[in-house]
Nanobody, 113 residues
Framework: VQLVESGGGLVQPGGSLRLSCAAS????????MSWYRQVPGKEREVVAV????????NYSYFVKGRFTISRDNFKNMLYLQMNSLEPEDTAVYYC???????WGQGTQVTVSS
């Protein structure tokens, strides 16, 4: 089982990034998928969750209206489109599946001028 995130980087406030998570080793379409983020010294927090077919999504209040979670079950890919980024969004972002409670290695997002 493997989750590999990519797409992080440095962006100015107000900018956008698209994170990707490549999944392998399990039946991707059979599991709810999530994005989490973590700042050093703080607990990991959920950012967004997407249903098996992508038809239902939920967001934490601090990203609602700015971030969009999506998935491609044919490509075994999870995405997080992040718009109107704020310095407070700076964190390591992780994708997660409940299958064997698997986490990716994380990708750093830094929002700074």
């Amino acid at each position: 089982v493997q989750l590999v995130e990519s797409g992080g980087g440095l962006v100015q406030p107000g900018g956008s990034l698209r994170l990707s998570c490549a999944a392998s080793g399990f039946t991707f379409s059979s599991y709810v998928m999530s994005w989490y983020r973590q700042v050093p010294g703080k607990e990991r927090e959920v950012v967004a969750v997407i249903s098996l077919d992508g038809g239902s999504t939920n967001y934490s209040y601090f990203v609602k209206g700015r971030f969009t979670i999506s998935r491609d079950n044919f490509k075994n890919m999870l995405y997080l489109q992040m718009n109107s980024l704020e310095p407070e969004d700076t964190a390591v972002y992780y994708c997660y599946t409940s299958y064997k409670r698997t986490w990716g290695q994380g990708t750093q997002v830094t929002v700074s001028s």
